[in-house]
């Protein structure tokens, strides 16, 4: 990497800048005027507060970036084109579609689907929010995918028959891909008993985007929480079909992340949290 | 407990990082751009356009083309009405999610019926913005940039929107996008006009 030191900003404050001579409102952003060496391959640019940078054409009469119908924003794949011509203010006008590597920089991040599983009452929700908030926390964007919040919404049409589930599954898994494309950090929080639906959602997804998270919590530790009810309910047989009790929950044989980790049965979610932002910045995905 | 739909024993998850404080990490509050028109009438090219133009203005925004998600999500539906409905409604739903996550979600898809995408808005209060692309037929027709107004002339598609089945106009969208003197605005000038309307209505803020 090559650390490029800019003259002082000609423009500094955030709300103007300077199109010729006049100094015109801006969408709250700043110049500052880079002379690229011609063997440039490619620029990558960060900054040190979060703020969001990005290369914006020169027009040829000067050295000056300025803003106008026609000024562009383009990514870094394309300067090597512009480093050879010799002229390393002029840059050449680049018209682009969005896509995940756009996403990224903005957010700094890699999207990925975190997909947590496990029985009714292991903790899937409480890590999952513990997990967004540990996040947020970092200036991470990451959203829920909740079993319980999506069938209120999107597969309100669904049931718990056997056909049903798997669509409920298939349908996350979607949409779980979706906004891993847009760059979210999406955790599922889903139930998803079967081995079958879980392992098709993992094929939609690029290797090492689908990070499964198995709350590997005994039965008997599950129903005594019994958060919402449903084991007793279930006991008493007005419930039929329920997971652990008369429907099979087939655990992961390849999971990424198994919780709680072995020796450490009294983690707190928090804790869970935090083994799981490990993994997730080991493996890059909180940064660009 | 929940008695919605055909799921029981539902609950509804509180999460302590909610919508508030997704805008105030992207700097932007999340809505839906609706862009519904005829097929050819420039929906993709506007979503384009628009999500480049908001890229840069750094904001966060996301594409569902009813392309892509037919790929997907909704493989499994055809084009029969009632799967049309299920189409529309699906993207709705998504769309919610997007908004809820905070970004810019610009939903590009024919949706030719006014019952379908009011549904949506009704899913939405406050952050819905129908964008009509109101081009001619016949122009749309000339551009058949799919080859699909060709096929459906020759009668090897039925039920092809603007051909034999009907499209629906909004009749109280925010933006109507229409040609000017016979021409046609570009697509970085059609993006400015829903900037703009975003920018007024506080989208572009946290």
Not at chain 2, 17 to 46: A, D, F, P, Y
Request: proline share 4%.
């Amino acid at each position: 990497m090559v650390v490029l030191k800019s003259v002082r900003p000609a423009i500094s404050c955030s709300s103007f800048g300077f199109d010729g001579d006049q100094l015109v409102p801006l969408h709250k952003v700043s110049f500052v005027n880079l002379t690229l060496p011609a063997s440039l391959l490619s620029v990558r640019l960060s900054s040190r507060n979060n703020a969001k940078l990005s290369l914006v054409q020169a027009t040829k009469e000067s050295s000056t970036a300025s803003t106008n119908d026609s000024a562009a924003v383009f990514s870094g794949e394309n300067l090597h084109q512009i480093a050879t011509n010799g002229k390393a203010t002029n840059i050449v006008w680049h018209k682009s579609s969005v896509g995940k590597v756009h996403r990224q920089e903005v957010l700094q991040q890699k999207g990925c689907v975190i997909w947590i599983t496990g029985l009714s009452g292991s903790g899937k929700s409480t890590l999952a929010c513990a997990l967004c908030q540990a996040l947020y926390s970092r200036g991470k964007l990451a959203y829920i995918l909740d079993g319980d919040n999506v069938r209120h919404g999107l597969n309100r049409d669904l049931s718990f028959k056997a056909e049903d589930r798997a669509e409920n599954i298939r349908r996350i898994g979607e949409v779980a891909k979706l906004f891993a494309d847009a760059g979210i950090i999406c955790i599922a929080s889903v139930l998803s008993p079967y081995r079958k639906d879980r392992d098709a959602c993992r094929s939609l997804l690029p290797e090492g985007d689908f990070i499964e998270v198995f709350m590997n919590v005994p039965l008997q530790i599950c129903e005594a929480r019994d958060p919402k009810g449903l084991y007793k309910l279930a006991r008493a047989g007005k419930i039929n079909g329920f997971t652990g009790i008369d429907d099979p929950y087939e655990p992961p044989l390849n999971c990424e992340l198994e919780l709680p980790q072995k020796g450490n049965n009294c983690a707190s979610p928090c804790e869970m949290a935090e083994i799981v932002i490990s993994y997730l910045e080991e493996k890059g995905y909180l940064q660009a | 407990m929940s008695t919605m739909g055909n799921s029981t024993n539902i609950f509804w998850q509180e999460s302590p990082v909610g919508k508030l404080e997704r805008q105030k990490l992207l700097n932007q509050k999340g809505c839906v751009v609706w862009i519904t028109g005829l097929s050819g009438s420039g929906k993709s090219t506007l979503a384009c356009s628009l999500s480049w133009e908001l890229h840069t203005r750094g904001k966060l925004s996301y594409i569902l083309d009813g392309d892509n998600v037919r790929h997907g999500l909704n493989k499994d539906l055809g084009f029969k009405a009632e799967d049309r409905t299920e189409n529309i409604r699906r993207v709705g739903e998504v769309a919610k999610l997007f908004a809820d996550a905070g970004l810019i979600c610009i939903a590009s898809l024919i949706s030719p019926y006014r019952k379908d995408r009011d549904a949506c808005r009704a899913m939405l209060p406050d952050a819905f913005i129908e964008v009509f692309m109101n081009m001619p037929l016949a122009l749309c027709e000339e551009r058949d940039p799919k080859g699909l107004y060709k096929l459906a002339r020759a009668g090897k598609i039925k039920g092809f929107t603007g051909i034999d089945d009907p499209y629906e106009p909004p009749l109280n969208c925010e933006i109507e996008l229409n040609q000017k003197d016979g021409v046609c605005p570009t697509p970085s000038a059609m993006a400015g006009e829903v900037i703009t309307y975003l920018e007024d209505k506080g989208y572009l803020q946290g």
